[in-house]
């Protein structure tokens, strides 16, 4: 009985592919950009977009909660019933940036096919990952009844370190409340290898900005005799790292949680090698912390990255300007137990110390998020094991992401579950840079393991 | 009656002040801003605009040249016949560029008056010094004739480095044949303060640029494993100063001619001071290197400067984003005896050693000139001394200049002579910067030096 049910909603998702395709398309076109102030319209319109799926199928209470920024998309179906467990369906419906607009090879919110891959900014992060989810949900209720109560809720500030979210979620604790949290938006290692992941790292984002001179200066007539701000910005920056790889803060790496001797050896077991970076990169050689491999340095350890730089004349040609101004965007990724208020102080900290009295300074947070782990056998992981194995015929890994998804910390900490953290991004996806695609036969599949997990979950 | 024909002239220019303003305002209007390739046909019609004044004044043989770029104007008036000296006045008529424009407080072409000054970029550098030179031979040629021959030479490339003016100068040196030039684009000092000009820096202009992985990477997914390359290019950068504030590309000063005794206790008297230079900037401290003054360190020292800075993301917000490409806009003034192409190898050499593998990177010239001096006590220099006493009634001050006039060197190279390099602009103009302006008054005052100074020549 449960098997024809099973397979009746997996025959609908076949049947439903060219639509679910359009969808996508439609989902996609809308650029929700939730840092650019000038898409705050094309981000309601994409809520909505959203809500009228889930109106479509019949969900209750559905609400486009407005938020102080971007609002919050809810809706249930509980009609599973007090005994069947209760999921809620995490997602962001908004999108990064698509600048620098010059390197894409199509139109960033014109979706367009070419060979197996949708591209579009957002395709894969994670406009399509939320629709997996409502198409897997709708391959049921159109063939039978969902077995489980799901609630959804689908925010638009992801992108922006989701300043909202905590607030939304302590307000409607009641509502949300659920036996765990399903989170697709932390991908797979490749294409056939379906991916669980444990552990997520934290965001602290920062601009530093800095003032020499009042007002740019001709660089002749005062170069020499004037300190200048981008070389100061520069020295600032350089001096974050040391030669080892290691970040400089003081104190960055007191609090971090030492990987365990198991847990190496799993992530040894991953097929991930620095083979595979430099070719999902191009990069001409690696780099990162002594001590660990690529694998570790990505998931298991802190890093800073400097996001963007800018100071002075960046145009064509030659311009002899000594800059009053000069800019870097500058984040760690942290790992437990770190806490991203203490970074904040430990830049503090580092910028007392080491800028020089021939310059101004400020610091601006701009997103931040602590990191997270999650139960690798608990009941909800191993029916997504199954679920995986079953669409896919392998046995998925279990990995830590070097990503930030603060909501999976919320869950937490907000509501007191854990949650099981999937997707069928790939790597070689281009989140976050230009061409984003999404690989249709592993979302394709991606739809059958949902339609399998939501079963399995009512059987377990 | 030398002393008449003098009085008449600068009665006549006294009278002509509104109208010399007037054209000023028209020409300053004009954006020939000689880097942007969308200004072409405006940076033409400023040439054009250069020649219709000297041809109301019926000089002879004047002439728009075309060069590979941006034409040359040149025009003669040679009817002081063989016995009297000849001089070869140089300018340029185009502009830097204006941005940031959110900087100026009135449109940068849009010339306007507020107190004192006229705000208009490329008024001070140098429209209005080429100005000054065609309105004191204005005020002679209508009052009685020139004493002196003169002929013209204003080009429209220096804002680019003259590219094309050394191959103008070598295919019409007969024509350009003179006893010196006078190159009124080095500036005073102070108001009240007129300033000769005896030694300019040269220049060494270079784009730095970095690729590290193929397009921009989620700093998240790729963060620790992947060098950034704005990180890479804040290392390289922040290496090419030591802590004593000296260059460190290898062999840098190798063939610095080192300041004299008697040269540094003359810079000593002039009235530029740290403060001078704090005031004037408004930097919060000064920074140089170590062992030299502030005076020193800009007119007889070479420097590196970091003109420009971009890479990843630099709009709103946050974008976590792990660049592909950062660039370094760097360029060296040069004290003599440097060579710009030995510099240029020494940015190789340090690049070569400190390069990491992770990135790959290339250096493109964007403009050169090597350093120059002149006599201080040439019969030519005397005359100025003389006119700008009987302006001013002070003694002129000898200066270095941290600025690059390249054309200061063809003379002596090409033309065999030496040049007398004053002018009217200000330190406080903020030539290259927003808000560039000319003191009017310091203008007025200049073009009677002028006329002073061409009645001296023939006197001398």
Redesign the interface.
């Known amino acids: 009985m449960s098997t024809e049910l099973r397979n009746a909603a997996l025959k609908y998702a076949r049947e439903q592919k060219q639509r679910f395709l359009d969808d996508l398309i439609a989902f996609s076109a809308i650029p929700s950009v939730s ?3 000038e898409r705050s319209a094309d981000v309601q319109q994409t809520a909505e977009w959203v809500a009228k799926r889930l109106e479509a199928l019949n969900f209750d209470n559905i609400k486009i909660y407005p938020t102080a920024k971007h609002p919050v998309v809810y809706a249930e179906n509980l009609a599973a019933g007090a005994n069947a467990p209760t999921v809620l369906i995490y997602g962001h419906y908004d999108v ?2 698509a ?2 607009l010059d ?1 894409w090879d199509s139109a960033p919110f014109e979706p367009q096919i070419r060979g197996e891959n949708l591209y579009a900014r957002g395709a894969s992060d994670m406009k399509a990952q939320v629709d997996a989810t409502i198409n897997a949900t709708e391959a049921i209720i159109r063939t039978s009844k969902l077995p489980v109560n799901i609630k959804f809720m689908i925010e638009g500030e992801e ?3 989701s300043p909202n979210l905590p607030k939304f979620m302590e307000e409607h604790k009641d509502m949300l409340a659920c036996d765990f949290a399903l989170n697709p938006d932390t991908g797979m290692i490749a294409p056939g290898l379906p991916t669980i992941t444990y552990a997520l ?1 934290g ?1 602290a ?1 920062f601009e530093l900005r800095l003032w ?17 701000p ?2 100061v ?3 600032l ?5 040391d030669e080892k790889g290691r970040v400089t803060l003081p104190g960055f790496y007191d609090s971090v949680r030492p990987l365990s001797a198991d847990e190496r050896a799993e992530l040894a077991r991953l097929p991930i090698t ?1 083979e595979w ?1 430099m070719a ?10 002594e001590g660990y491999t ?1 694998v570790e ?2 998931g298991g ?1 802190p ?1 800073l ?20 101004y ?4 500058i ?1 760690c ?1 942290l790992v437990p137990d770190q806490n991203p208020d203490a970074v904040h102080q430990q830049l503090l900290q580092y910028l007392e110390k080491h800028a ?5 300074w400020e610091v601006v947070e ?2 931040s998020a602590p990191a997270s782990i999650s139960s690798r056998d608990s009941r909800w992981a191993k029916a997504y094991l199954q679920a995986a194995e079953s669409a896919w015929h392998v046995k998925p890994l279990f990995k830590r ?4 998804v603060p909501v999976v910390t919320y869950f937490q900490k907000i509501l007191g579950v854990e949650s099981v953290n999937i997707g069928f991004g790939l ?1 070689s996806d ?6 984003e695609k999404l690989h249709l036969p592993t979302w394709y599949t991606g739809i059958d393991a949902l339609i399998h997990f939501f079963f399995n979950l009512a059987g377990s």
Not at 401 to 404: D, K, L, N, P, Q
Not at 430 to 435: T, W
């Open positions: 840092t650019d102030p990064q940036p600048e620098p390197k992108e922006i370190g790292r965001l984002y020499g001179p009042e007002h740019d200066l001709h660089s002749g007539v005062f170069g020499g005799a004037v300190h200048n981008a070389q910005l520069a020295e920056v350089a001096g974050m790292h620095g970076f999902n990169t191009g990069a001409p050689a690696l780099f990162g912390e690529p340095q990505v350890r890093t990255e400097v996001n963007g730089l800018i100071s002075g004349f960046t145009g064509e040609g030659s311009k002899t300007v000594l800059p009053a000069a800019m870097a965007k984040s990724r020089p009295p021939t310059v101004r701009m997103a992401e070097g990503g930030s790597p281009n989140m976050h840079g230009p061409n």
